[in-house]
């Protein structure tokens, strides 16, 4: 009785082409990420559920995979790898702060399948454990900047506040105990715009002139050199200390983001920039791309003040980013591939094999990617099989070549040929 | 109410150091398996159980991690990467055959937990596809070598046989209906000794002179340039066509894998190597370190003929290998670790951090490890953690270091300090 192969709704198959653009994607975060003095760690994806729960929204934890192991111990799959970490940075007592980790890692949430959405994704986060210095929040926005520029996926542009701006307006609006209400309407400002945001905010029941009052100051923004005066501006038309005291903070990260040399053209402040997750208590940061703004966030982070608060008395602060590997594939995805030239070996004869395995192991030393086409098939064969893998040349061998200790190469974009002697590889 | 901070039994965190040295080690193999030709894929660690049952042995089924999910799903765990593999290969109808894959990824099993035996693991695979060619074996311990040397691991010995050698020796003493029962016994050839597996075999009823016979047979085995001698002797020793046919195969890929240039003080040809598990059909290989002989093989492969069985009336086989990850870190472990040179910049004051930023962007630019500490503690603070995290030198900027604009650099090892000018960093 045969099995139907397939997948589970909601989980997916990474493809050699996805898998490979993945990989590479990976590849030029991690050097950037070890050049700031990051360490990687690795945490199982199965954790105690206890572990887990009273933590993230109350969906998260309703999505959570859970179930009880070999043992009757309740356990579940992680759903993201900050939970992991507070864990982690408690556990181990002699890790020294600050503490500074990243970690590549897939974590699972059985939400409502949808297009673009996975129940099982892969998250790459790099955090800062035990300082509350601004100068680490700079230093995470700097590790984003890097890394995108060094992915080469165009413009972008990082946007940042703090959450002790929303704190204060909430309070000057005097809707300080509707706060999250109001910052989920807030958040969805991108998505359902001013009026929409204006319609939630009626419905939590703001008054006409709170609403105003709100805008007035939520839907402050500036780029690039603006931001100075903006915050300046800002301090000036506002007395409440919990929003001068954001708008302080913000000073010196800016000033500290100019002295690290990141491209203010780059920089965006916005006032209404909440993140939607319920930790962050400090400076937010999201970055979108030029190319892409459909796609939202792909890297986002913030500062959350209370990481251990479920595992320790003794408070540890965090900041940290999340780079959101699946959108930044999206955008990438009708890039052409620049790759290594590929060329592939082909034996007309059997007794071929071993002659065309020795000029394979030649070409691949000098650094080339070089497959020997293992069966011995019909030539058409072999160039449908070069033709489909996306081989730049194919290399044959027959009887010809095989007695006078050559190979011919085929261009497989021009269909061009050539020999050359075995000795000259 | 605090939660206590744990993992759960069989599962472990992997600290900075080793999950460096992990990924290290990972990106070393990945451009071989690339440069061969193979490319990766990724599949879900969530799998329909059923896809996953009827496969592995009877304690493998019994130790996977099995639930119902939120949509009343039976799912599991999947535990290797090889029956996604074939759930890959027969669901995804247009890769082209042949398909060389790697695939990085953790499997879990419920095992009774046992020191260096873990519930959760990282199995590095590498399977060619559809090709009954021995040229496709040849290839995949052309690529275990590769690995192997790039790893810089020391003397290793590649170990081989061929399932039809165990098959016609048994054929030969009579024991074929017992053969998974003298196969498991063999397999332990290496721990129990000869005595050890003479005993198993009379308890499962050989006699005095089949387990003679037998050990004629499977005893025979030669390292190096005796391979040849020793196949043709065998040949000449037995009549059975299912030991010549396997006979003849070695005797291919023995040439094959000289005119790849492996290296045959590397090799060794052992009768007795069965590898445990059932699903092999051909040729089998095992990797040991001279220096670590107590660790077993730390790769492994052969081919299996019956990749898809469960999926497809179409036979798809297979031979591919895997690289035993936690065990190469464990003879990696006590090695001295080889990392870039780290600074650690260190700034006295809040005002001078804007200026190291600026001092550890520009190290960081020329390649370097670079971490900025950051807060403004006593220089004792931050040597200490210097050498808690193994930097090389502290790069210390203190009021005269900012006056001058220059930078004191503080070697950790000898402790000697010099002072350079900002501008010649």
Known sequence: MLITPRTLSGFKDYMPEEALQKEN??????????SFGFMPIQTPHLEYAEILSKQGSEEIQKEMYRFTDHGGREVALRFDQTVPLARFVTQHKNLGMPFKRYAIGNVFRGERAQKGRYREFTQCDFDFVGSDSVCADAEIVQVIDTCMQALDVGAFCIAFNHRKILDGIAQMVDVAQNLPAVLRAIDKLDKIGKEGVESELRNIGLSHEQIARFFDFVLLEAKGEKIGTMLADALQKADNPTFQQGVHELQQFYTLLQALGICTNRLRLAFSIARGLGYYTGIVYETTLDSHPELGSVCSGGRYDNLTQNFATEKLSGVGASIGIDRLLAALEHRPKTQNQKTLVVAMELEYLAYCAKAA???????MVVELYP???RLKKALQYANTRGYDRVAIVGSDEFAQQTITFKDMQSGEQHSKSIDSL
């Open 25 to 34: 994607l990976l590849q030029t975060c991690i050097p950037i990420f070890r």
């Open 361 to 367: 192991a030649t070409l691949r030393a000098k650094g």
């Open 375 to 377: 069966d011995i098939v």
